[in-house]
């Protein structure tokens, strides 16, 4: 014990050292927007530059909408003293946050760093935060004076400039060639304990020697549960490797904290993360019917749908009451055709199997609106950037079939990157060679009774850099129609180059406008999805334009600060999420994201990512899955798969949650469910565990005393006027609340 209280001693006294040697950027910068060679003068005079902060984009300070060149300028003393305190002399880093899109770092004038380029060319293998490495004796650092740091940004799209956390100037540090890699997923073995293993790694030559030291640590009253200090030694190319086991814990997560000291510097560094914890029941073998309760498609147009359905197979299939034009293959739940004749049909549908059958009361809706729950689906860019390619595509479409499509997932979606360089003569788009067969991966999808969605540009140009619509949106139309396209993403990047540099709102409209038109030429149900980031206040208009569903936001990441601030700020759109047309707060960042070839786990907790699927459902919206489906471990599974929260998601009457409650330390959200009963969802946006209590004598609230906690999928015991509950930080408990 004493030794753990003496390393606690002296990883304190290193962190507060660490401190010393940083020095914090988050303050003091100036801004313009434009672009000039000067600016990264040191003897220009940026005085009449307005101040700027770098935590948040430039578009919420003041330069709303603004696309293109913006210049940042910071005076900083450098002191040597960083250097000497180091323990390796030899460079610095400059930790700057997320830079939107390309940067160009210049101090005291010369170019000392860059990102990207002009227009696109994002490597996304380095999506994040900025971090740049400089030899400690780069002529450009002026020790002990005052530098000017000058950083040229070039925003293609959406949100713009330096934000972030963490922003600082410190020595590059022995401890920054080591990484704690806990990528590994956890396991379960033969008693379903939790079993895993992690890696202390370095590139570094440094003979690494000292301790690793685990706890366990209960985050309701911060207590360690286990504990264990093991000699832990590693170099470049001979990692260390750790495994263990946890018996049985209790259904919440639980914080695994490894820190590795080395004995001859003394330097420290740790990581922490949550054990995961499913709640989701095992769907029994018995049959069930899951997924929305109604389907929209237009009169005339191909028909899909896919019954989801559980249970053990070989399940079989039966409709009474499909309108006239539809057929459904017992064998597969897939219902095809065409209906020609407008109106709303009431179907039962049957699922059997050897251990019994279910039924289900389904309205099919042949008419103008389609889309009448938000989609559940796949999108590739989150979890592949811009290197997705068609195999990649298959393995997610297999996936979501065998593991996913049962509970009423159904969309494909490829994002930006499949779009060859050049139209072919005739101006028609094509596919790289990525993509060798657009349509036979569209039939191939098709076939497994899921739908397809693509990804373009009004602009010129993608956000990525790709081909985009610009002056050919009838002839992209016809080619997604002609591929079997079901679903297309259109984001705004480059067309800010084409239409005036302040837009109206007409201007936010036309491109939509545009393609809606293009769009309703083709006999194909076409899912039209808005990607604009939410300028114009979308929500007010993105109905009328014809929009299925439009973003609210800019990009998110799989942090904390991201989802929540996205998450939590749904307030004013809320209104005019209706069935049909559904604001969009972007995609879900669990599982194994990356946005690009090299993915992790998402930096969510695991309570976090309850927070994340509870709150999109509540705000009705499209869920869209990030992650690369071919690893969708058990926890990320759990969280995809529980039907009771996906049918909040899909209910009918197609309302978004109100905030009812916002506490600084929690927050409750309310839905509108179309039998007449509640979904709440009590967030605990502190990170204590916290005791929460919901007054059902509340207006809102009042006589809905039958509380069912939907993750766990079991109706709670309350007596008296409250309902108390405790949730764990940055978690939820989501219930439905009816009389
Ligand atoms: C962004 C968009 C992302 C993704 C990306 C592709 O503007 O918000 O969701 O589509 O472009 O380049």
Redesign the pocket.
């Known amino acids: 014990m004493r030794k753990i209280f003496m390393l606690i001693c002296l990883a304190t006294v290193l962190f507060l050292k660490a401190k010393a040697q940083e020095i914090p950027i988050e303050k003091g910068w100036k801004f313009t927007t434009g672009d000039s060679s000067q600016w990264s003068s040191p003897s220009y005079d940026d005085k009449s530059w307005k101040p700027i902060s770098i935590s948040h984009s430039w578009e919420s300070q003041g330069y709303p909408n603004y696309d293109g060149f913006g210049w940042y300028r910071l005076h900083v003393v450098i002191p040597s003293s960083i250097k000497e305190k180091s323990y390796l002399k030899d460079s610095i880093r400059l930790d700057l946050g997320i830079i939107d899109d390309n940067d160009e770092v210049y101090l005291n004038g010369k170019l000392i760093a860059e990102y990207g380029g002009k227009g696109g060319n994002i490597k996304t293998s380095q999506y994040g935060p900025r971090s740049y490495v400089i030899a400690a004796n780069n002529p450009a650092i002026l020790w002990d004076k005052e530098n000017v740091l000058a950083i040229r940004i070039f925003d293609t799209?959406?949100d713009g400039g330096i934000y972030g956390d963490y922003q600082k100037i410190s020595m590059a540090d022995l401890m920054d060639n080591v990484t704690i890699n806990t990528e590994a997923d956890f396991g379960y073995d033969d008693n379903d304990n939790l079993v895993k293993s992690i890696k202390l790694a370095s590139n570094s030559k440094y003979p690494y020697k000292g301790k690793l030291a685990f706890k366990v640590i209960d985050p309701e009253n911060d207590a360690v549960v286990y504990e264990k200090l093991n000699d832990a030694d590693f170099t470049a190319g001979k990692p260390f490797t750790y495994a263990f086991n946890l018996a049985k814990l209790d259904k919440k997560s639980y914080r695994l904290s490894y820190t590795f000291t080395d004995e001859k510097s003394g330097k420290a560094k740790s990581k922490t993360e949550g054990t995961p914890y499913v709640l989701t029941p095992y769907p029994t073998a018995k049959p069930r019917i899951n997924g929305a309760d109604v389907f929209g498609a237009h009169p005339g147009n191909p028909f899909l749908y896919m019954v989801p359905a559980t249970g053990k197979k070989p399940l079989i299939y039966e409709a009474e009451g499909l309108p006239a034009g539809l057929k459904l293959d017992a064998n597969t739940g897939i219902i095809t055709g065409v209906v020609n004749q407008k109106g709303d049909y009431p179907v039962t549908f049957t699922v059997h199997n050897r251990l019994g059958s279910k039924t289900k009361k389904f309205t099919i809706k042949i008419g103008d609106l389609i889309g009448l729950t938000p989609a559940l689906g796949w999108n590739s860019?989150n979890a592949w950037g811009l290197t997705v390619n068609d195999s990649k595509v298959r393995v997610s479409a297999k996936t979501m079939t065998d593991r996913l499509a049962a509970h009423g997932w159904s969309y494909i979606n490829i994002?930006?990157g499949w779009e060859a360089p050049q139209r072919v003569t005739s101006g028609e788009i094509v596919p790289n060679q990525k993509f060798p067969d657009m349509k036979g991966l569209t039939d191939y999808v098709h076939s497994l009774g899921l739908r397809m969605g693509i990804?373009s540009s009004p602009g010129p140009r993608?956000?990525?850099g790709y081909l985009g619509t610009w002056q050919h949106e009838d002839q992209d139309a016809k080619t997604y129609g002609d591929w079997g396209i079901d679903y297309l993403?259109y984001?705004w990047?480059s067309y800010s180059e084409v239409t005036d540099k302040t837009p109206t709102l007409a201007d936010y409209k036309t491109p939509y406008q545009v393609m809606r038109a293009s769009l309703n030429k083709i006999p194909r149900d076409i899912m039209f999805s808005f990607?604009q980031?939410g300028m114009g206040d979308v929500w007010k208009w993105g109905a009328e334009v014809g929009g299925n569903s439009w973003?609210s936001t800019g990009?998110i990441e799989d942090t904390w600060k991201s989802m929540s601030t996205i998450g939590f700020n749904q307030v004013a759109d809320g209104p005019y999420a209706q069935p049909g047309h559904f604001n969009d707060p972007?995609?879900l960042v669990v599982g194994k994201v990356g946005w690009g070839d090299s993915q992790h786990n998402s930096r969510l907790s695991p309570d976090e990512q309850y927070t994340h699927i509870s709150l999109w459902s509540l705000l009705s919206a499209p869920l869209l899955i990030g992650c690369d489906l071919g690893k969708l471990d058990r926890f990320t599974l759990g969280l995809l798969t529980n039907d009771e929260v996906i049918a909040i998601d899909q209910d009918a009457l197609g309302k978004e949650a109100r905030q009812a409650i916002k506490t600084g330390g929690y927050q409750v959200w309310i839905k509108d469910l179309e039998d007449g009963n509640k979904a709440v969802g009590i967030f605990n946006t502190s990170d204590k565990y916290q005791t929460i209590t919901l007054n059902l004598k509340d207006n809102e609230l009042s006589g809905y005393a039958k509380i069912r906690d939907v993750w766990q999928q079991k109706y709670l015991i309350i007596s008296g006027a409250n309902y108390t509950t405790k949730v764990a930080p940055h978690g939820v408990v989501m219930v439905k609340m009816s009389k």
């Open positions: 799209g959406g860019w994002d930006d990804y993608t956000c990525g993403k984001d990047c990607c980031y973003r990009d972007d995609m």
